[in-house]
């Protein structure tokens, strides 16, 4: 089954990450390199990306018709999307114990989400 594992984050602690020392950025890096060095190993991981700060989205909408676009960011939020995972793994359970390792779970909030096909849950 195949799992979206959305990594979000706040305005706060991407200031804070960017203060932090090298040495500790790059350790956080390295927990970074070593879960998806697993995932590609175990045949769980198919993408994942780092986003890029919301005030550079663009929010579209169509309206009788007419595609309107917007910039972000769009709402008074306090987490951000700041990546995610694409996995396929054989439970809820294993994507569980792959979220919990990603390293803003211990500051942030990790999502896990099924992705569903055209014709309902994937199986």
Known sequence: MKYLVLIYTNPE?????????????????????????????????????????????????????????TDGPFAEAKEQLAGFYLIECHSIERATEIAARIPEAEVGVVEIRPVRTLSGLEM
């Not at 990450?17 to 198919?46: C, F, H, V």
């Open 13 to 69: 602690a991407r200031q804070l990450w960017e203060q932090l020392p090298e040495a500790e950025q790059s350790a956080g890096l390295q927990a970074y390199a070593a879960l998806n060095e697993s995932l590609a190993a175990s045949g769980e991981m198919i993408v994942s990306e780092s986003l890029a700060d919301p005030s550079l989205a663009k929010h579209v909408t169509v309206r009788a018709g007419q595609a309107m676009t």
